[in-house]
């Protein structure tokens, strides 16, 4: 079938990959800025609002990697650097192998401070595709940014060819575009959306098993001039475009597959073959393809977006004597792809991405095909010298700098040097709880209150200490419960100028069971400064603290995805989840601790989430690893990020209306 790179697709990708142990990034600061170099992701270039995502300047290097055989760290040894992005493929909707799979390659990615491109291939036919679906994989990502790692999302890729099963169906596949859209623009501020057709020659790819019938009802959308017929002479991207409001990035897979089909000859590629099939204006040996539009124009230009190449290659067939020599193939191709001359032509060319693959291809008769540039150590010297030279291309900084041990509740280290750096346009949730200085004892907890049925204990602290670090006030005017009985939590300046945090702890160690908070304050609507946390915590050091977290906090960072259920060590990143809190004057949030599992979740009012008018906004259950009880008492907690005043000089207060404990039976 005359579809270049369709032979790489429905890969075995679903396994488990090489890489340890890796702890979630640190972005304290506003938007992702680009890996290693100046500021980018918020700003406004000369022409337009950047996207999602997108460098201000220059080309993300990526590399489609086989996972099942090779790992991040060990591609960027051979390369001398680190891959800004990385290439996974995934079944949608996710089954338990794929998020198994995708956590692994996160965390490799998050190890080399990356950006992930998932390509999602549906498993369910289109029009079958539902809300839920789509919410379900946004909070999947909005996790993966949590850890760290953007996303950019390359949904049903390859839409107008003939052998997928979403293939040539334009209307299911542009309400299911939207759908997921929708979600990742949502819930994932660090994700984006990528459409990318097939390359347009030989549209529209007869003879596939999915070619699109006269009687489909979607025909005459393709028959994009009217004349009964569908041929090259209609527009083979425009009736797939799902719209610039579900769009982020718009892409193209490239590759040389040799000069003519069956695509068997090891060739050098022609000159500017790359540039020439980009816009539309290909006339060489594998046809004359100027009757095509111009993608880079229409798309990227007209639609005003950033343009990727999420998979490139030169073909070198191993089962082909004679020929032109690999590295010359190899060397041709990526002369064009990876060149400064072309990214001048096209300032809108922000990823490539090369396919370091060496597999069997149906194309070519199942023939061993060897895409890769730094396998061979000739060739990856070549590859390496040329790719040093162009100044234009982006890399990732390496491998991650671990982060040091965290005491409760507290925010991301302020970013240094080592922090990772990509592009988003919208800002980056604070991810899970770092630590300021710590205690150098116990905290102390004198004042008693009576609040809910038990006795807590105000933390009191005319010293730094951790959360934050900040001061710790009892003070009657900061911690008190009202003739309603109410508990009211305040951080406000003390007597002596300096602000004050507040936290109680419960003198029950209560242990297995139900623990739920009701809060009777808008805690979606916190000072940029200030965190709220609900948490469980023991002084002895023994099964992390003991400590699980219900928290509330921006870090002084716009984003809605404020609130966030941990299970320690936060250094896991699978313990971590981000979640919006609801947009309601009281709200409940509880977590079930059992042997086996802590399950967490928020609803807006009630105290019951099945009581009639409750939503129930979040839910997320952390299998596995689960402290047992031991010394862990409750902690309620009003802090400052860093100890840093709010911005409006103002005292911040919460209100908890209730608490309440139920056994575990």
Known sequence: MNHPGAGRRLLVRRRFLVGGFVLPVLIGAGALVRLGLPSIGTGVSSNRPLARLEPASGTLYGVNLDWEHDSAAAYAERLGKSAAAYVAFAQFPLQSGDETYLDNVVDQVWQQRGLLLVTLEPTVALQDITLQMADEFGQHLAGYNARGVPVLVRFAHEMNGSWYPWGQQPTAYA?????????????????????????????????????????????????????????????????????????????????????????????????????????????????????????????????????????????????????????????????????????????????????????????VGNSVIDWTATLDPTIRQAFVDDLSSQDQLVFGRGPAVPAPTPRTGSPPLTPGSDVPVLATSTSVPALSTATGPLPSSPSDYRRALEFAGYEWRVRVASDLE?????????????????????????????????????????????????????????????????????????????????????????????????????????????????????????????????PSDVTFQSWTDAADASTAGAQVVARHTFAGSIPSPGDEHVHMNVWLDAGVPPTDGQPIEIVIRAFAFTPLQ
Request: proline share 9%; no cysteine.
């Open 466 to 594: 951790g959360p934050g670090p900040n001061y710790f006030s009892d003070a009657p005017d900061d911690v008190w419960v009202d003739g309603g009985g109410l508990l009211h939590l305040r951080a406000a300046p003390g007597p002596d100028g300096r602000w004050y945090s507040t936290e109680i702890q419960s003198t029950a160690s209560l242990g297995y069971g139900t623990y739920t908070f009701v809060i009777a304050s808008r805690v979606d609507q916190l000072d940029p400064a200030a965190a709220v946390g609900l948490f469980t915590w023991s002084d002895d050091p023994s099964e992390s603290h003991r400590e699980m977290d219900i928290e509330f906090a921006t870090f002084r960072q716009p984003t809605l995805l404020s609130g966030r259920y941990t299970r320690q060590p936060y250094t896991d990143p699978a313990n971590v989840y981000l979640f919006k809190p609801p947009a309601t004057d009281a709200s409940t949030h509880s977590f079930v601790w059992r």
């Open 175 to 363: 309400r299911a575009f939207r759908l997921l859209a929708d979600a990742v623009h949502r819930v994932a501020d660090q994700s984006a959306m990528l459409w990318a057709p097939n390359y347009g020659a030989g549209y529209p790819f007869t003879g596939g098993t999915y070619e699109i019938k006269p009687d489909n009802l979607d025909f005459p959308l393709l028959d994009t001039n009217h004349d009964g017929i569908l041929d090259a002479r209609d527009d083979m991207y425009a009736p797939y475009y799902p719209g610039d409001d579900a769009v982020d990035w718009v892409g193209m897979t490239l590759y040389h597959w040799g000069d003519v089909w069956p695509w068997e000859k090891n060739i050098i590629p022609e000159p500017d073959k790359f540039e020439s099939q980009l816009s539309g204006t290909y006339d060489g040996a594998g046809g004359d393809d100027r009757g095509l539009p111009d993608f880079y124009r229409v798309y990227a230009e007209g639609h005003g977006k950033p343009l990727a190449i999420p998979e490139t290659a030169a073909l070198y067939n191993t089962s082909e004597p004679g020929g032109d020599a690999e590295l010359d193939i190899k060397r041709a191709w990526w002369r064009q792809v990876f060149n400064a001359d072309v990214a001048r032509k096209f300032p809108l060319l922000k990823m490539i991405n090369w396919f370091e693959w060496r597999k069997p291809e149906p194309e």
